[in-house]
């Protein structure tokens, strides 16, 4: 898809001042939080499992390119195809391939990020291919025209109303008549309608959230069964899969599964985990005849051995965006590309330059949320900050930033100074401030004070409190 | 260059891959040893209580589950069942021995079933499963000859027939069997089932049967077989 991250700033307040986002949001903030919370709580080992699993990936990481051909060898010794691609338009062309040799004229789709970072079904769409997303969140967001606002949940940001008025749009063949308030009868109707491409497919494509190297499978995590018809009814089987989703072994990918959907939705396991194996064997009644996995770097090997190779343990649960207070402001689309919230920030910039992303590191509060639920102990505001750091270093801050940076390094360097300026600065805003306690408008603060109240200090600087406070209890200051 | 080259070309030189770095057998090393994380306590139990941590834990998810004393039951069974469900008295069969074995004709005669994979009309399938691990409540069935995944997701309604040895603490110990009966290679597909089809994508608010069974109802065979 085309990037809009350039323009984080103006989606983002867009975004604050859109009603219906914000009705759609409250739906994120009261979800998913206890949901996780409560998942965790239930299973004691949880804290442990979240060790183990980052250590699998921190292991098979180290020893990619190994995993990777072995993968590659047990996909092929089951029959299926490995197709290794370096960039996107590689991975689209892939897909084409084979589309092109089943004469394929419909293809369905599960859930997948992957396709969304390579585009692909604009690209179908232009070769005469038509892709059908399945999932619903993504069907949703299909007929809508709009890219994914939440890894997991893609449609996200959309209310059950806008959904109703979709359907009522797009399914112009069914009764005008008809209820369709009610989320149970949206489901049913989406049911309905998709039946019928299921089976009319010629083709079926899903992502991956694990690939085993022991055995050559991928498999799918999903909830609503529709990645299964995806890949079960029509003649082949393509998976789009990203380099860093390769695991060991059948033991490795479980353990990573006992912290996967407990921190994505608070389930204890997701409905379905599927593992495909090559094509249907000789004598299976059903299945699909061919299997082709779409294995892609784009951008990935080069992230390995630098200091954002962490974010390679990312298994795409959604917990760092569904507890980050930016997230929740401002929706998924005012990250301008595929991958929001916090782990967006930091994957952004690897895959499609600091020039086009360096602003999302930007968006954080560095409350460290998002570091304390990752069941991969990715840290987060830790790469952040590197990216800043690089966005600094490449003069790529805007003058007003810059300027009040260098300031500050300019007084945090000389001390007395410093504590001059800060109990200047404290004790001004402490008096002006001194009646409400807060400002709600402040010069040079209107980006903060906009959509929050700032609070006014308490009249003397921390350093100044702390002073008095240690030369009471008798302590050095 | 092929892309293979380039993309594994460009991993070895930022993992600074050297021959002779020993990479090789940790990677053989850990792919025979098959190591295991930690397995909850919970999935360690054993008998009775572990069949009722899988009951608790599949009912915890909106599947059914029937207690039944012998495989003789199990027809008597699927027919209370769609009986109490409103559904009519009809079946898709998994064309697999223990199920053909079954003394259906003789004890439901007003069951009307068919045999082998599903069709976009089937309403109810009848399948039997390879093994059930207690820790989440979760089936495992797999693809094969006698048991054609289209069973697994295109009807409404899908009952499983699970006998009580099938049922296993955590996945670990499915796969180990899995192994054994299989040499080591894996069917095409394997299905972990955990409940029946669900979605929270209209305003997060849960719905049951968004592309899958709408019903998931588990016959548990209790003959004398102790879990394993
Ligand atoms: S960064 Fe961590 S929390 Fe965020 S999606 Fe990835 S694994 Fe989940």
Same mark, same amino acid.
């Given at each position: 898809m085309q990037a809009t991250s350039h323009a984080f700033k103006d989606n983002a307040h867009?975004? %604050? +001042?859109?009603?219906? &986002? +914000?009705?759609?949001?409250?739906?994120? @903030?009261?979800?998913?939080?206890?949901?996780?919370q409560q998942a965790a709580d239930r299973l004691p080992e949880f804290e442990q499992l979240r060790d183990e699993a980052k250590a699998i990936k921190d292991h098979t990481l180290a020893h990619l390119d190994l995993y990777l051909e072995r993968y590659e060898a047990k996909v092929t010794e089951n029959g299926g195809k490995v197709h290794w691609c370096a960039n996107a338009e590689e991975a689209r062309q892939a897909v084409l391939r084979i589309c092109r040799s089943l004469n394929? @004229?419909?293809?369905?789709?599960?859930?997948?990020?992957?396709?969304?970072?390579?585009? %692909?079904?604009?690209? %179908?769409?232009?070769q005469g291919i038509e892709p059908v997303e399945t999932d619903l969140g993504e069907y949703i967001i299909q007929i809508r025209n709009e890219p994914p606002s939440h890894i997991i949940a893609p449609a996200v940001h959309v209310t059950k109303e806008q959904v109703e008025s979709d359907f009522r749009r797009v399914h112009g063949h069914l009764s005008p008549e008809r209820p369709l308030s009610e989320p149970t009868q949206l489901v049913d109707e989406a049911r309905q309608? &998709?039946? +019928? @491409?299921? %089976?009319?497919?010629?083709?079926?494509?899903?992502?991956?959230?694990?690939l085993i190297a022991e055995t050559g499978t991928s498999v799918i995590v999903t909830n609503e069964g529709n990645g299964d018809l995806t890949q079960t009814l029509p003649k082949a089987h393509i998976v789009i899969a990203s380099l860093e989703k390769v695991v060991p072994t059948l033991e490795d990918c479980s353990t990573i599964l006992r912290v996967l959907a407990r921190s994505a939705t608070g389930q204890e396991f997701s409905s379905y985990t599927t593992f495909s194996t090559g094509p249907r064997r000789a004598d299976d009644p059903d299945g699909p005849g061919e299997y082709h996995v779409i294995l892609l770097d784009n951008g990935r090997s080069s992230m390995l051995g630098t200091e954002f190779q962490d974010m390679l343990r990312c298994i795409r649960c959604g917990a760092c965006m569904n507890h980050c207070p930016v997230y929740h402001a401002v929706g998924g689309h005012s990250y301008g590309w595929v991958y929001p919230g916090p782990m967006g920030a930091v994957l952004t910039p690897s895959l499609i330059g600091v020039h086009e992303a360096g602003h999302l590191p930007n968006a954080s509060t560095f409350c460290g949320r998002c570091e304390a639920v990752c069941p991969m102990r990715i840290p987060l505001p830790k790469m952040m900050r590197h990216w800043r750091e690089r966005e600094f270093e490449q003069h790529q801050t805007p003058p007003k930033a810059r300027i009040g940076i260098e300031a500050w390094a300019f007084l945090a360097k000389r001390p007395r100074l410093y504590r001059w300026a800060t109990s200047l600065g404290v004790r001004f805003l402490g008096r002006a401030g001194r009646k409400r306690g807060r400002f709600s408008n402040l010069p040079l603060a209107g980006g903060w004070t906009a959509h929050r109240e700032m609070p006014a200090p308490a009249g003397r600087s921390f350093q100044a409190l702390w002073a008095e406070r240690q030369q009471r209890s008798g302590g050095a200051p | 260059m092929?892309?293979?080259?380039?993309?594994?070309?460009?991993?070895?030189?930022?993992? *600074?891959?050297?021959?002779?770095?020993?990479?090789?057998?940790?990677?053989e090393a850990r792919l025979r040893s098959r190591v295991r994380g930690t397995v909850p306590q919970r999935g360690q139990l054993s008998g009775e209580a572990l069949l009722q941590l899988f009951v608790n834990q599949a009912e915890g998810v909106n599947a059914t589950v029937t207690r039944v004393a012998s495989s003789d039951d199990v027809p008597g069974a699927v027919a209370d069942y769609l009986r109490q469900s409103n559904l009519p008295l009809q079946a898709r069969l998994a064309p697999h021995p223990d199920l053909q074995a079954l003394?259906?004709?003789? *004890?439901?005669?007003?069951?009307?079933?068919?045999?082998?994979?599903?069709?976009?009309e089937d309403r109810v399938s009848v399948t039997p499963a390879f093994?059930?691990?207690?820790?989440t409540g979760t089936l495992v069935l797999h693809s094969g000859p006698q048991t054609p995944t289209t069973l697994n997701f295109l009807p409404e309604t899908h009952v499983v027939v699970l006998r009580a040895g099938?049922?296993?603490?955590?996945y670990e110990e499915v796969w180990d069997r899995?192994?054994?009966?299989?040499?080591?290679?894996?069917?095409?597909?394997?299905?972990?089932?955990t409940g029946p089809s669900r979605t929270g994508d209209i305003e997060q608010k849960l719905e049951l049967g968004a592309h899958g069974p709408r019903r998931l109802h588990i016959v548990l065979v209790e003959d004398g077989t102790e879990p394993a």
């Open positions: 867009r975004a %604050l +001042q859109d009603t219906e &986002l +914000q009705r759609a949001m409250g739906h994120v @903030r009261s979800g998913f939080i206890d949901k996780r394929a @004229r419909t293809a369905t789709k599960g859930k997948s990020m992957i396709s969304e970072e390579i585009a %692909l079904n604009d690209f %179908l769409s232009e309608v &998709l039946r +019928q @491409r299921y %089976l009319d497919a010629d083709v079926g494509i899903t992502g991956a959230n694990f | 092929s892309a293979r080259e380039t993309v594994l070309g460009g991993l070895r030189r930022s993992l *600074k891959r050297q021959p002779g770095d020993g990479a090789e057998a940790a990677v003394p259906w004709a003789e *004890k439901v005669p007003m069951l009307e079933l068919s045999e082998g994979r599903a069709a976009p093994a059930a691990v207690a820790e099938q049922v296993a603490g955590a899995l192994r054994e009966v299989y040499d080591g290679t894996m069917p095409r597909t394997v299905n972990m089932i």
